[in-house]
């Protein structure tokens, strides 16, 4: 079992930067892979990024390419999402994810672990 806590949201202005973290325990955390999901009001839960177990590799949505990043430091068991030149379309509650399977790319319902999310609030 693996407790998923993320930090770090808010209420910012659009322009501004945030970042996320996601602290996890319980396992080995180097064996998960992890993503940062989103959910807006009134809208489904959409991937944002994700990275590999070794952190060498990262995939973003096309929404968020160029502006955040995903890190991971596998010796504090944390992922982090850095969020830069932040939209009022980055306004959502902010999810971690974590899952085991082999395939790195896999769909929501294929996730095991989550967190219980944090809200960012982007304001013009």
């Known amino acids: 079992q693996v407790q998923l806590v993320e930090s770090g949201g808010g209420l910012v202005q659009a322009g501004d930067s945030l970042r996320l973290s996601c602290a996890a325990s319980?396992?080995?955390?180097?064996?998960?892979?992890m993503a940062w999901f989103r959910q807006a009001p009134g809208k489904e839960r959409e991937f944002v990024s994700l990275?590999?177990?070794?952190?060498?590799?990262?995939y973003y949505a096309d929404s968020v390419k160029g502006r955040f990043t995903i890190s991971r430091d596998n010796a504090k068991s944390t992922v982090y999402l850095r969020m830069n030149n932040l939209k009022l379309e980055d306004t959502a509650v902010y999810y971690c994810?974590?899952?085991?399977?082999?395939?790195?790319?896999?769909?929501?319902?294929?996730?095991?672990?989550w967190g219980q999310g944090t809200q960012v609030t982007v304001s013009s």
């Open positions: 994810a974590a899952h085991t399977r082999l395939v790195v790319l896999v769909p929501q319902d294929r996730y095991e672990y």
């Open positions: 319980g396992r080995t955390f180097s064996n998960y892979v």
């Open positions: 990275i590999t177990r070794s952190g060498g590799s990262t």
